[in-house]
């Protein structure tokens, strides 16, 4: 089975530019998610859909960044403008699970490196 | 609310030999699951072993196993026969049934030939 697809790879912008990071899930995989992981540090939920509908967005800074997942299944991550402190690797996410199945394990792809300078 | 800690900032072990990584989480909830994802340079977090918290024997799987000790809130990873291929960073997660998965800040292991 082909696995989370996550496009680009690395992205360098200036601050207060825009970005925006794809992700294409496991195809099935009604949750998704998207994870911030600061350099030395574990991944952090940004924010959790289950088909199109938002689960959790409660860490999401949600006056620069936004998440949409039209038609269930890809989604994009947008940073708009960027901070210095944007610079971290973006982690997308997906899994089988529903509500209740929490024993789901979470499947990862590659991420996208964002450099802010 | 739930935390996830792992002590161990760095560990290195010889070609071979056996390491064990610390993992402790604080929680109320009574049932839950536990995780160990490894994230090579390639950066895809890879599941190595998960553990049910209701289950008491402790999950293996090939030369990774768990020492699960409920009541300690205590998760460890032991790496037999370390394989140069085993370096990279780990990472001990948390979830309940309501809730994301929770990451520890990862333990960077360095295998030596």
């Known amino acids: 089975e082909a696995g989370v697809a996550q496009s680009p790879r690395y992205k360098i912008i200036e601050k207060r530019q825009s970005v925006a990071f794809w992700c294409n899930p496991i195809s099935g995989h009604a949750t998704l998610y998207w994870y911030q992981q600061i350099l030395g540090q574990g991944p952090k939920l940004l924010i959790q859909?289950?088909?199109?509908?938002?689960?959790?967005d409660s860490q999401l800074p949600k006056d620069r960044f936004s998440a949409e997942r039209l038609k269930g299944v890809d989604s994009t991550l947008k940073i708009q403008p960027a901070k210095l402190e944007d610079s971290a690797v973006y982690l997308c996410?997906?899994?089988?699970?529903?509500?209740?199945?929490?024993?789901?394990?979470?499947?990862f792809g590659n991420g996208t490196r964002l450099t802010v300078t | 609310a739930q935390t996830v800690t792992q002590s161990q900032p760095e560990m290195s072990v010889q070609e071979a030999e056996t390491v064990t990584l610390s993992c402790t989480y604080d929680?109320?909830?009574?049932?839950?699951?536990l995780f160990w994802y490894k994230q090579p340079p390639s950066r895809q977090m890879i599941l190595v072993i998960r553990?049910?918290?209701?289950?008491?024997q402790n999950a293996t799987e090939n030369r990774f196993s768990v020492n699960f000790q409920k009541a300690a809130k205590s998760f460890s990873l032991k790496i037999s026969d370390s394989q140069l291929g085993d370096a990279a960073m780990y990472f001990c997660?948390?979830?309940?049934?309501?809730?994301?998965?929770?990451f520890g800040a990862g333990t960077r292991l360095t295998v030596k030939p």
């Open positions: 997660a948390y979830r309940t049934y309501n809730n994301d998965m929770r």
């Open positions: 996410a997906s899994s089988n699970r529903l509500t209740g199945q929490y024993n789901s394990p979470l499947h």
């Open positions: 929680t109320s909830e009574s049932d839950y699951y």
């Open positions: 859909f289950q088909n199109n509908g938002v689960v959790d």
């Open positions: 553990q049910e918290a209701y289950k008491q």
